[in-house]
């Protein structure tokens, strides 16, 4: 009988207690922001959205093999004649034109690991988050500023360049024989 | 105006009970008292009774439908197995049925009904309370020990254990 | 308020049958405004209440002004475009009916809210006791949902929901038996003529003995027990029903359910506010105050402090639901039976000696 | 007097289910509101995590073991990287041990953090979700100011980290530490919750005396972490079987003492759980205060450039993560890839005692075990 009378005047006491500690809140600040006018400050080392300097890639690859998902795809093609590659701000020359560099952001982990092998300091992560997109295709970046015709030309160019090392390559073996 | 009232509760009232007792889903059955039970309460308010149509909403549909509902709904396959009531002893059931309707039929033509005046509806929660404390209070204590009982009762069988 | 009701019973000069037919339509249509917007009021209170106690914002955009008060509006516009399913196994008829009557119930309910002296229910020698048995209707409607759902978690919802609401119109039921004790009668006027004492919030029954005010708090734990809100929400406890018996519903169907629950809260409140606050009874009566040029129109009408007095009850409510974790189903039956029950027929006979002692009767 | 006949209900709670914490499938088979026998369906969320730790170089693994158990990734990433130094033999260096610590540590909180919210939501309490929010968003500013990430960090490198901690994360650090329970007025979070959650007498009521686990049960099981412990049994591998510098602190196991019922209930994790998060930020304190006394360096100076462990090693290493033990078997074949990883899960192995805790009790108790046990299905399901 006590224990009822206990249990009861238990229950109604923490339960005021329990109340007490939410009615403080009426006189805390809010936590939170109000998201699309203000904005949590991101720090600038934040991992949001990967981001590639293509005037600073010289196509090592070195990305591409360090990626565990394999979401970084990059085409290299020899510079055509009227491409006029600058070195890159590390003072590298440019040997290799990039023509394809794509990165898919719905694949990509945010693991940053193919941010440390980069020679050239060219792909980085930036506290940029908001990147949403209405199709899943448009989250394939490309990076490389080159529109289809102009890869087109380049990969004639380039299987141009094949065919004449085949050639050559054929004429070689020929005169070996 | 009343009159218009009047007849729709006592269509509700007896379409509703009709399909208590004709529909072959159990579960429509019982839904549709709930129909009956407003449907009578408001005939009890048109009597100048809003105390016993109050406690018939209250009893009735707040408590004992529920409770109907609940044995219902805790039957075995409720919607497919269809339980008529058509099927056993029909003859005697409708045999039963029109003798009993020519009986009441028989006394309700043939009795003199008391005829008084329209009088406007008085508070009626004093009388009964003064009646049920003082005229009848035997009878009201005698009823309520007899309910505690079945309470008492109830709970005894439905809480006994497996030997 | 009181001229229009005049209006409508001189019967508009029309014969007497449409005089009744556009009276009934044009009350329901009222009520169901009160109600609608009771409930577009209620729910943006609660979100901004929960958005207070947990540091948040809470709506802050659809609006007038930056507190985001269109947001139910919003809301509903989205909620009444949502397409109607009615899922294939499910009992169509009681499907489609049971919203209604729960809705039907709540309103009916409303119909009798005294706003006023001279609101029906009020005149009504029984006025309160019609709001409660009313009030029990809306369980029929809730268990309709569960079975017609054909869905096992809906079935839960519904049998703890009849379980719930018949064990705790009892505890409601012995606390009006003491409230009557003080009043004399099941009257709304009569109930709150004998709280406006002159004395202010001293007249109330809530401070007229020790033993009131306990009933006042049992009261309003049955109440919230009576609308399914936490900590009673079992009815359609999310972590484990997923959302009970309205699992299944969508859109406007889902609406009716919502409207109805909000809508007890506030009849909760009517309730309590009539009981033990003083209804529609001001706090104060003060000359004066009706001369203030706006706000002197509120304060000097009757339906202002009921509603004022409501929305404090519907507060506090949401106040319990942003702070108190759920009851489970035996500890449920616990409270209301082991609990309320000897707590408040305690009540009525302490009150009766006290009554005897300093001769109240 | 026989009982009246009843009969079971089979009903399938979940994989959307709002408080199986992910997509578990539980059959369950009831008696009213009783649950007579529990099965859990696994596999909802299979990501053959294994497989491809075995086409990945050692190094590139450490981002798919954030996934696993996202709520505590720092601990995964250590735990991982822990058995693969041992496999190919690094040395790490005191600095990144200390700074290892206390990232571990401050992860542990962040999950019981969650833990507490989500087992508050599943007794029905919205408010202390967003309180354990309120305080883990504070960690998770501080993982974002030093590696960049909030949730999957990628941080704890083999032999090293990925970011030295930035300036002024030492004084954020005391500053939260601080807030969180070390405060003189009263005001600081543990208490608030202990108030708000732990003592209500409904959430007692609901949780003291209810699925108890035995020690015995528990051991052959193999459930380990918290709900072990509170079990009564202080087994607890920072303090078991030391590793790291977990011997350089001074600190407690918690264990359950069936404070509000008996050993082993409900009541017991949860207070387990509260009382690791006050013994967490106890050593992350003091892994702060000795910090400045450790040699600073780089801390990717140990970071091997190719890892080759020699052909036919195999290790088994394990840790204590917030959910219980942590295991890596790797097995190498002298490539730069692991020839076989098994991952050995704590909640895994600890939902597995879920039908024997929860079966005889009600629907709504078995909310609150499952809560109690505080899965990750990203990792039951790998």
């Given at each position: 009988m006590k224990n009822y009378f206990i249990n009861v005047w238990n229950a109604f006491y923490t339960a005021l207690v329990g109340l007490k500690v939410t009615f403080l809140h009426l006189f805390i600040k809010s936590v939170t922001v109000k998201y699309p006018l203000e904005r949590d400050k991101v720090p600038a080392n934040s991992r949001m959205k990967l981001e590639v300097d293509w005037a600073d890639c010289i196509g090592c690859k070195a990305c591409e093999r360090a990626c565990p998902v394999q979401c970084i795809h990059i085409d290299t093609s020899k510079a055509l004649p009227e491409d006029n590659l600058a070195a890159t701000k590390n003072g590298t020359a440019r040997k290799l034109l990039v023509s394809n560099f794509t990165i898919d952001l719905s694949e990509c982990l945010y693991c940053a690991l193919c941010v440390y092998p980069c020679p050239e300091d060219c792909i980085n992560m930036t506290p940029n988050y908001e990147f949403g997109k209405y199709d899943r295709k448009l989250l394939i970046e490309q990076f490389a500023p080159f529109s289809d015709d102009d890869r087109a030309k380049r990969q004639a160019f380039e299987e141009e360049l094949k065919k004449k090392k085949l050639a050559e390559k054929a004429v070689k073996t020929k005169e070996k024989e | 105006m009343k009159e218009l009232l009047f007849v729709f509760f006592a269509v509700i009232t007896v379409v509703s009970a009709g399909i208590v007792s004709f529909s072959r889903n159990l579960i429509y059955s019982v839904f549709s008292l709930m129909a009956t039970f407003i449907g009578v309460a408001a005939l009890y308010v048109f009597l100048a009774a809003d105390f016993i149509a109050l406690a018939q909403i209250m009893v009735y549909v707040g408590g004992i439908l529920v409770l109907l509902i609940f044995g219902v709904m805790l039957t075995q396959k409720i919607s497919t197995v269809t339980i008529t009531h058509l099927s056993v002893n029909r003859v005697w059931i409708v045999f039963l049925g029109l003798l009993l309707l020519g009986g009441l039929g028989y006394t309700i033509f043939n009795t003199s009904w008391f005829t008084g005046e329209m009088r406007a509806a008085e508070p009626t929660v004093k009388a009964i309370g003064n009646l049920l404390m003082g005229k009848y209070l035997l009878a009201f204590e005698v009823a309520s020990v007899l309910l505690l009982g079945a309470l008492i009762g109830a709970a005894t069988i439905a809480r006994k254990e497996e030997q | 308020m009181q001229g229009i009701i005049s209006l409508f019973e001189s019967g508009l000069g029309l014969p007497e049958l449409w005089a009744f037919v556009i009276g009934v339509v044009v009350f329901s249509l009222l009520i169901f405004l009160f109600i609608a917007l009771f409930v577009i009021v209620a729910v943006w209170l609660e979100r901004k209440v929960s958005a207070v106690i947990q540091d948040r914002w809470g709506p802050m955009r659809a609006g007038l002004t930056i507190q985001g008060e269109l947001q139910t509006i919003a809301d509903t516009v989205k909620l009444l475009m949502k397409e109607d399913i009615i899922p294939k196994p499910v009992d169509k008829l009681l499907f489609i009916l049971a919203p209604f009557i729960v809705f039907t119930a709540t309103f009916m309910v409303f119909a009798g809210i005294p706003l006023g002296p001279n609101a029906y229910s009020g005149t009504f020698d029984l006025g309160l006791f019609y709001l409660i048995a009313i009030s029990s209707l809306g369980v029929i409607g809730i268990v309709m949902a569960g079975w017609a759902s054909n869905n096992k978690w809906s079935l839960y919802g519904a049998m703890r929901s009849v379980a719930q609401i018949v064990s705790y119109e009892i505890p409601i039921a012995l606390i009006l038996i003491a409230v009557v004790m003080y009043s004399g009668s099941f009257s709304v006027k009569e109930i709150i003529a004998t709280q406006d004492t002159g004395y202010g919030i001293f007249g109330w029954f809530l401070f007229r003995n020790p033993f009131m005010f306990v009933a006042a708090i049992l009261f309003l734990i049955a109440g919230t027990a009576e609308n399914n809100r936490t900590p009673f929400d079992l009815p359609e406890s999310e972590s484990e029903l997923i959302a009970g018996f309205h699992t299944e519903y969508t859109g406007m169907r889902f609406a009716f359910f919502f409207l109805a629950e909000y809508a007890n809260m506030f009849v909760v409140g009517v309730l309590l506010a009539i009981l033990f606050l003083g209804g529609y009874a001001p706090i104060w009566h003060v000359a004066a105050l009706a001369d203030i040029p706006v706000l002197g129109w509120f304060f000097g009408s009757s339906g202002f402090w009921i509603i004022l007095k409501a929305m404090l009850v519907v507060i506090i409510q949401m106040w319990f639901r942003w702070t108190f974790p759920r009851l489970r189903v035996d500890q449920l039956m616990y409270t209301a039976w082991k609990v309320l029950i000897p707590f408040t027929m305690a009540i009525i006979v302490l009150n009766g000696i006290w009554m005897k002692l300093f001769n109240l009767i | 007097m026989s009982r009246i006949r009843t009969e079971e209900m089979i009903i399938n709670m979940g994989p959307h289910h709002p408080s199986t914490h992910g997509v578990l499938h539980l059959v369950l088979h009831t008696d009213g509101e009783v649950v007579t026998k529990i099965e859990p369906k696994i596999g909802y969320l299979h990501r053959t995590f294994e497989k491809h730790a075995e086409n990945l170089q050692y190094n590139q693994v450490v981002p798919y073991t954030d996934r696993t158990d996202y709520i505590a990734s720092m601990n995964n990433n250590w735990t991982y990287a822990m058995a693969v130094e041992k496999l190919a033999g690094v040395e790490v260096p005191e600095y990144v041990e200390y700074l290892r610590v206390i990232f571990g540590e401050l992860n542990r909180l962040a999950s019981h953090l969650l833990f507490f919210g989500a087992f508050g939501l599943d007794s029905g309490a919205f408010t202390p979700m967003l309180f354990g929010f309120r305080e883990r968003e504070k960690i998770l500013d501080l993982f974002e100011m030093t590696c960049g990430a909030r949730l999957l960090y990628n941080y704890i490198w083999i032999g090293g980290l990925s970011h030295d901690i930035p300036p002024g994360f030492i004084e954020k650090t005391y500053d939260f530490l601080n807030d969180f329970y070390l405060r003189k007025d009263g005001k600081d979070a543990l208490t608030e919750f202990r108030k708000l959650l732990t003592a209500n007498r409904i959430f007692i009521e609901r949780n003291a005396d209810v699925g108890i686990l035995t020690k015995e049960d528990a051991i052959n099981l193999g459930v380990t972490g918290p709900a072990l412990r509170a079990t009564g049994f202080p087994w607890d591998l920072r303090k078991t079987e030391p590793y790291s510098i977990y011997d350089r602190f001074d600190w407690e196991v918690a264990v359950g003492r069936?404070?509000?019922?008996?050993?082993?209930?409900n009541m017991d994790r949860y207070l387990v759980r509260m009382k690791e998060m006050e013994e967490s930020a106890k050593l992350i304190k003091q892994a702060l205060d000795q910090l400045p006394s450790v040699k600073k360096l780089d801390v990717r100076s140990a970071v091997p450039n190719r890892i080759r462990p020699p052909k036919g090693k195999e290790i088994y290493f394990r840790a204590e993560n917030p959910r219980g033990e942590l295991g890596f078997y790797i097995r190498s074949d002298g490539s730069p890839k692991p020839a076989r990883l098994k991952m050995r899960s704590p909640a895994f192995c600890n939902l597995s005692a879920l039908p024997a805790m929860a079966e005889g009790w009600m629907l709504a108790d078995l909310v609150m075990i499952l809560g109690s046990l505080d899965i990750v299905l990203g990792e039951i399901d790998r």
């Amino acid at each position: 009988m006590k224990n009822y009378f206990i249990n009861v005047w238990n229950a109604f006491y923490t339960a005021l207690v329990g109340l007490k500690v939410t009615f403080l809140h009426l006189f805390i600040k809010s936590v939170t922001v109000k998201y699309p006018l203000e904005r949590d400050k991101v720090p600038a080392n934040s991992r949001m959205k990967l981001e590639v300097d293509w005037a600073d890639c010289i196509g090592c690859k070195a990305c591409e093999r360090a990626c565990p998902v394999q979401c970084i795809h990059i085409d290299t093609s020899k510079a055509l004649p009227e491409d006029n590659l600058a070195a890159t701000k590390n003072g590298t020359a440019r040997k290799l034109l990039v023509s394809n560099f794509t990165i898919d952001l719905s694949e990509c982990l945010y693991c940053a690991l193919c941010v440390y092998p980069c020679p050239e300091d060219c792909i980085n992560m930036t506290p940029n988050y908001e990147f949403g997109k209405y199709d899943r295709k448009l989250l394939i970046e490309q990076f490389a500023p080159f529109s289809d015709d102009d890869r087109a030309k380049r990969q004639a160019f380039e299987e141009e360049l094949k065919k004449k090392k085949l050639a050559e390559k054929a004429v070689k073996t020929k005169e070996k024989e | 105006m009343k009159e218009l009232l009047f007849v729709f509760f006592a269509v509700i009232t007896v379409v509703s009970a009709g399909i208590v007792s004709f529909s072959r889903n159990l579960i429509y059955s019982v839904f549709s008292l709930m129909a009956t039970f407003i449907g009578v309460a408001a005939l009890y308010v048109f009597l100048a009774a809003d105390f016993i149509a109050l406690a018939q909403i209250m009893v009735y549909v707040g408590g004992i439908l529920v409770l109907l509902i609940f044995g219902v709904m805790l039957t075995q396959k409720i919607s497919t197995v269809t339980i008529t009531h058509l099927s056993v002893n029909r003859v005697w059931i409708v045999f039963l049925g029109l003798l009993l309707l020519g009986g009441l039929g028989y006394t309700i033509f043939n009795t003199s009904w008391f005829t008084g005046e329209m009088r406007a509806a008085e508070p009626t929660v004093k009388a009964i309370g003064n009646l049920l404390m003082g005229k009848y209070l035997l009878a009201f204590e005698v009823a309520s020990v007899l309910l505690l009982g079945a309470l008492i009762g109830a709970a005894t069988i439905a809480r006994k254990e497996e030997q | 308020m009181q001229g229009i009701i005049s209006l409508f019973e001189s019967g508009l000069g029309l014969p007497e049958l449409w005089a009744f037919v556009i009276g009934v339509v044009v009350f329901s249509l009222l009520i169901f405004l009160f109600i609608a917007l009771f409930v577009i009021v209620a729910v943006w209170l609660e979100r901004k209440v929960s958005a207070v106690i947990q540091d948040r914002w809470g709506p802050m955009r659809a609006g007038l002004t930056i507190q985001g008060e269109l947001q139910t509006i919003a809301d509903t516009v989205k909620l009444l475009m949502k397409e109607d399913i009615i899922p294939k196994p499910v009992d169509k008829l009681l499907f489609i009916l049971a919203p209604f009557i729960v809705f039907t119930a709540t309103f009916m309910v409303f119909a009798g809210i005294p706003l006023g002296p001279n609101a029906y229910s009020g005149t009504f020698d029984l006025g309160l006791f019609y709001l409660i048995a009313i009030s029990s209707l809306g369980v029929i409607g809730i268990v309709m949902a569960g079975w017609a759902s054909n869905n096992k978690w809906s079935l839960y919802g519904a049998m703890r929901s009849v379980a719930q609401i018949v064990s705790y119109e009892i505890p409601i039921a012995l606390i009006l038996i003491a409230v009557v004790m003080y009043s004399g009668s099941f009257s709304v006027k009569e109930i709150i003529a004998t709280q406006d004492t002159g004395y202010g919030i001293f007249g109330w029954f809530l401070f007229r003995n020790p033993f009131m005010f306990v009933a006042a708090i049992l009261f309003l734990i049955a109440g919230t027990a009576e609308n399914n809100r936490t900590p009673f929400d079992l009815p359609e406890s999310e972590s484990e029903l997923i959302a009970g018996f309205h699992t299944e519903y969508t859109g406007m169907r889902f609406a009716f359910f919502f409207l109805a629950e909000y809508a007890n809260m506030f009849v909760v409140g009517v309730l309590l506010a009539i009981l033990f606050l003083g209804g529609y009874a001001p706090i104060w009566h003060v000359a004066a105050l009706a001369d203030i040029p706006v706000l002197g129109w509120f304060f000097g009408s009757s339906g202002f402090w009921i509603i004022l007095k409501a929305m404090l009850v519907v507060i506090i409510q949401m106040w319990f639901r942003w702070t108190f974790p759920r009851l489970r189903v035996d500890q449920l039956m616990y409270t209301a039976w082991k609990v309320l029950i000897p707590f408040t027929m305690a009540i009525i006979v302490l009150n009766g000696i006290w009554m005897k002692l300093f001769n109240l009767i | 007097m026989s009982r009246i006949r009843t009969e079971e209900m089979i009903i399938n709670m979940g994989p959307h289910h709002p408080s199986t914490h992910g997509v578990l499938h539980l059959v369950l088979h009831t008696d009213g509101e009783v649950v007579t026998k529990i099965e859990p369906k696994i596999g909802y969320l299979h990501r053959t995590f294994e497989k491809h730790a075995e086409n990945l170089q050692y190094n590139q693994v450490v981002p798919y073991t954030d996934r696993t158990d996202y709520i505590a990734s720092m601990n995964n990433n250590w735990t991982y990287a822990m058995a693969v130094e041992k496999l190919a033999g690094v040395e790490v260096p005191e600095y990144v041990e200390y700074l290892r610590v206390i990232f571990g540590e401050l992860n542990r909180l962040a999950s019981h953090l969650l833990f507490f919210g989500a087992f508050g939501l599943d007794s029905g309490a919205f408010t202390p979700m967003l309180f354990g929010f309120r305080e883990r968003e504070k960690i998770l500013d501080l993982f974002e100011m030093t590696c960049g990430a909030r949730l999957l960090y990628n941080y704890i490198w083999i032999g090293g980290l990925s970011h030295d901690i930035p300036p002024g994360f030492i004084e954020k650090t005391y500053d939260f530490l601080n807030d969180f329970y070390l405060r003189k007025d009263g005001k600081d979070a543990l208490t608030e919750f202990r108030k708000l959650l732990t003592a209500n007498r409904i959430f007692i009521e609901r949780n003291a005396d209810v699925g108890i686990l035995t020690k015995e049960d528990a051991i052959n099981l193999g459930v380990t972490g918290p709900a072990l412990r509170a079990t009564g049994f202080p087994w607890d591998l920072r303090k078991t079987e030391p590793y790291s510098i977990y011997d350089r602190f001074d600190w407690e196991v918690a264990v359950g003492r069936g404070e509000y019922g008996s050993i082993g209930d409900n009541m017991d994790r949860y207070l387990v759980r509260m009382k690791e998060m006050e013994e967490s930020a106890k050593l992350i304190k003091q892994a702060l205060d000795q910090l400045p006394s450790v040699k600073k360096l780089d801390v990717r100076s140990a970071v091997p450039n190719r890892i080759r462990p020699p052909k036919g090693k195999e290790i088994y290493f394990r840790a204590e993560n917030p959910r219980g033990e942590l295991g890596f078997y790797i097995r190498s074949d002298g490539s730069p890839k692991p020839a076989r990883l098994k991952m050995r899960s704590p909640a895994f192995c600890n939902l597995s005692a879920l039908p024997a805790m929860a079966e005889g009790w009600m629907l709504a108790d078995l909310v609150m075990i499952l809560g109690s046990l505080d899965i990750v299905l990203g990792e039951i399901d790998r």
